[in-house]
Nanobody, 116 residues
Framework: QVQLVESGGGLVQPGGSLILSCSGSGFTFSHYYMSWYRQAPGKERELVAGIGRTSGITNYGDSVKDRFTISRDNAQGRVYLQMTSLKPDDTAVYYC?????????WGQGIQVTVSS
C-alpha cells in the first residue's frame, strides 16, 4: 500500500525559503512519477511541480517557475520541493502525489503559510 508523508511545512515570511519533504513507503519508489500539488482555500488543487522516475524530466506550474525546485532521492524514497522567494499567494496545503501510470496516491497534506 502506497504511503506518503509530507514534512517541512510551516509559517514563513514573504521572500523567505522553505523545503518540503515527502517520504514514500509501501511501493517501489523509483517506478513512480512524483509530484507536488497545492490547494489554497476556495481554490482548486493545482500542480506545483513534477519529476520523472530518474529525475531527468521536471515540470513546473507557471506561478512557481524559477522559484521552486523539485528533486528526488530514489535510494531514500524521498521527493523534495525547495521553495524560494515565497509570496503570500503560495499559502496553501501542499500535497505529495505518486503516479504509476494508472493510479494516483496522495499524502495527507501539509500547511505552508507565507505571511509577515
Amino acid at each position: 500500500q502506497v504511503q506518503l508523508v509530507e514534512s517541512g511545512g510551516g509559517l514563513v515570511q514573504p521572500g523567505g525559503s522553505l523545503i518540503l519533504s515527502c517520504s514514500g513507503s509501501g511501493f517501489t519508489f523509483s517506478h513512480y512519477y512524483m509530484s507536488w500539488y497545492r490547494q489554497a482555500p476556495g481554490k482548486e488543487r493545482e500542480l506545483v511541480a513534477g519529476i520523472g522516475r530518474t529525475s531527468g524530466i521536471t515540470n513546473y506550474g507557471d506561478s512557481v517557475k524559477d522559484r521552486f525546485t523539485i528533486s528526488r532521492d530514489n535510494a531514500q524514497g524521498r521527493v523534495y520541493l525547495q521553495m524560494t522567494s515565497l509570496k503570500p499567494d503560495d499559502t496553501a496545503v501542499y500535497y505529495c502525489n505518486a503516479h504509476d501510470g494508472w493510479i494516483d496516491s496522495w499524502g495527507q497534506g501539509i500547511q505552508v503559510t507565507v505571511s509577515s
